[in-house]
Every structure is written in structure tokens, then in C-alpha cells.
């Protein structure tokens, strides 16, 4: 049973707009939350975090909000650029701290010039 | 910056053989995994190690067996190679601060395995 949903495989944007990418969850114990972005033939890089505690956190273009309740969170790129197109990985972590994190399947952002 | 290294960026092998795939990490990091990514189904973690000689199995370990010999070495072993390991590998690594681990996870660039 998949812990971590990223139910759009894939999205394509205009570049200087929004990019709202979506991660769902379904295991009440996951605090903290993460987003990978990868390129192809390279390993995944890390990209922004969230802890549980907070709903909103924000990194120059990339934010990343979360809603407890919902069990969902979503990075928000602003404005998009060509060279975010990759795969974005949606993960999180149980409660203490875990030396396994739960991924998602991934998003692939295309951003047309 | 930490770096984590794959020996290997493209591995061809015959179905049978007995593949290692290496790794290694020069940030002192107590914790490394071993993923494989296949399209539409993400990262899947085979197995990881919180320690010298310390092992654990994570989602997906049939097939699959590790060994940590050194605190910064990582090796993934495929006793005996099927078509359905055809895959990309990638090994991450990440900080341990007493019982609590940092789960910013640093990525080498992967391994393409193609098992023929």
C-alpha cells in the first residue's frame, strides 16, 4: 500500500508561471517532509524540507506547504524556469527520526520556454 | 559538499552473473541505502546500514544482499543477476546525530544496470 501518493505523473507549465506540484499521505505517524528534484542521469538532489510543526516553508522560488489534516502537501515553484524541468520526489519520515524515508513515485515538470 | 560515489555509471551484465555495485561517501555519514528507481514506480530502498557491518532490509531486498566493511563504503551485491534487475541504482548516504537521523539524503549519480 503506497504511503506516499503523487498522483499526477506528470506536468508541463509556461515558463514565468506557477508550478504546483501535489503529495498525498496517508500514515498519521510521517512528521517530516521532503522534496527531491532529479535530473536525468543524475541522482536525486535534495531541494526543501517541512517538519510537521510548521504549515508553510519557503526557499526562494520553492515553497512547500502542509496540511495536517488533509494528510497533503504541495511545492509551489514561482516563477517557473526551463531549468526546473526533472522529476520531483515527494518523501517523509515517521516521528523521532528514521533511517528510511518513504517515496513517492515522482512528478515530472516540464516548463515550455 | 558531500560527495557520494557509484563506481560504475552504466553496468551491462548476463543473466547469472554476480554483480557488485560500489559505493562510497567522504562526509563521515553513518547511514547508507541503497534505491533502485524504475519508471512509474519511484524510489524503492533494497537495504540500508546505520553502521560498520550493520545491515537492514528495506522494501524490496529478494535478490539483493550489502556489505559495510568500511564506515564509508557501501556495496550492493546481485548474487546472481535477472532481467528483472534491470534498473537504475542509486546509493545515498546521510548524517547520524545520536539516535537521531538527519534524513537529508545525499545521492550519487546511479548505476544503470541493464541485466541481459
Known amino acids: 500500500d503506497q504511503q506516499v501518493k503523487q498522483n499526477s505523473p506528470s506536468l508541463s507549465v509556461q515558463e514565468g508561471r506557477i508550478s504546483i506540484l501535489n503529495c498525498d499521505y496517508t500514515?498519521?505517524?510521517?512528521?517530516?517532509f521532503l522534496w527531491y528534484k532529479k535530473y536525468p542521469a543524475e541522482g536525486p538532489t535534495f531541494l526543501i524540507s517541512?517538519?510537521?510543526?510548521?504549515d508553510k516553508n519557503e526557499d526562494g522560488r520553492f515553497t512547500v506547504f502542509l496540511n495536517k489534516s488533509a494528510k497533503h502537501l504541495s511545492l509551489h515553484i514561482v516563477p517557473s524556469q526551463p531549468g526546473d524541468s526533472a522529476v520531483y520526489f515527494c518523501a517523509a519520515s515517521e516521528e523521532g527520526g528514521s533511517e528510511k524515508l518513504v517515496f513517492g513515485k515522482g512528478t515530472k515538470l516540464t516548463v515550455n520556454p | 559538499d558531500v560527495k557520494v560515489t557509484q563506481s560504475s555509471r552504466y553496468l551491462v551484465k548476463r543473466t547469472g552473473e554476480k554483480v557488485f555495485l560500489e559505493c562510497v561517501q567522504d562526509?563521515?555519514?553513518?547511514?547508507m541505502f541503497w534505491y533502485r528507481q524504475d519508471p512509474g514506480l519511484g524510489l524503492r530502498l533494497i537495504y540500508f546500514?546505520?553502521?560498520?557491518?550493520?545491515?537492514e532490509k528495506g522494501d524490496i531486498p529478494e535478490g539483493y544482499s550489502v556489505s559495510r566493511e568500511k564506515k564509508e563504503r557501501f556495496s550492493l551485491i546481485l548474487e546472481s543477476a535477472s532481467t528483472n534487475q534491470t534498473s537504475m541504482y542509486l546509493c545515498?548516504?546521510?548524517?547520524?546525530?545520536?539516535?537521531?537521523?538527519?534524513?537529508?539524503?545525499?545521492f550519487g549519480s546511479g548505476t544503470q544496470l541493464s541485466v541481459l
Open positions: 500514515n498519521s505517524m510521517f512528521d517530516y
Open positions: 517541512i517538519s510537521s510543526i510548521k
Open positions: 562526509m563521515d555519514h553513518e547511514n
Open positions: 546500514s546505520y553502521d560498520v557491518k550493520m545491515k
Open positions: 545515498a548516504s546521510s548524517l547520524r546525530q545520536g539516535y537521531v537521523t538527519n534524513e537529508k539524503l545525499f
